[in-house]
């Protein structure tokens, strides 16, 4: 069965890291978008990062130089290196893949509203706040 579990989440302080990890079963990195996205409690989901099958990234601008994606098909996991972080940060990440789709480029997936996925984890919690 496919299955997506987040870890990692946590409170920090402003300016803190937090390294998320997820463990990916029963769905094929070569076939799949993967990524990562976020969500606030009464607002609209936002997609974080993503990674294509050739390993192309994509990451929202407001992540940019401060996050990584990364991936270990051996491993079978999605990982995301979360570094300065601030108090707008704070939300519940989801771990996400999504069958690769001509139609829908990498980075449409994560900047463009109301993207879906074929696959989402339960989410882990991040808190930055001093």
């Known amino acids: 069965a496919q299955q997506l579990v987040e870890s990692g989440g946590g409170s920090v302080q402003p300016g803190g890291s937090l390294r998320l990890s997820c463990a990916v079963s029963?769905?094929?990195?070569?076939?799949?978008?993967m990524g990562w996205f976020r969500q606030v409690s009464g607002k609209e989901r936002e997609g974080v990062a993503a990674?294509?099958?050739?390993?192309?990234?994509t990451y929202a601008d407001f992540v940019k130089g401060r996050f990584t994606i990364s991936q270990d098909s051996a491993k079978n996991t999605l990982d995301l290196q979360m570094n300065n972080l601030k108090p707008e940060d704070t939300a519940m990440y989801y771990c996400?893949?999504?069958?690769?789709?001509?139609?829908?480029?990498?980075?449409?997936?994560?900047?463009?509203?109301?993207?879906?996925?074929?696959?989402w984890g339960q989410g882990t919690q991040v808190t930055v706040s001093s």
């Open positions: 996400a893949a999504v069958v690769v789709d001509p139609l829908r480029p990498l980075r449409w997936w994560i900047v463009m509203p109301d993207q879906t996925a074929d696959y």
């Open positions: 029963g769905i094929n990195f070569r076939s799949h978008y």
């Open positions: 990674i294509d099958p050739n390993g192309s990234i």
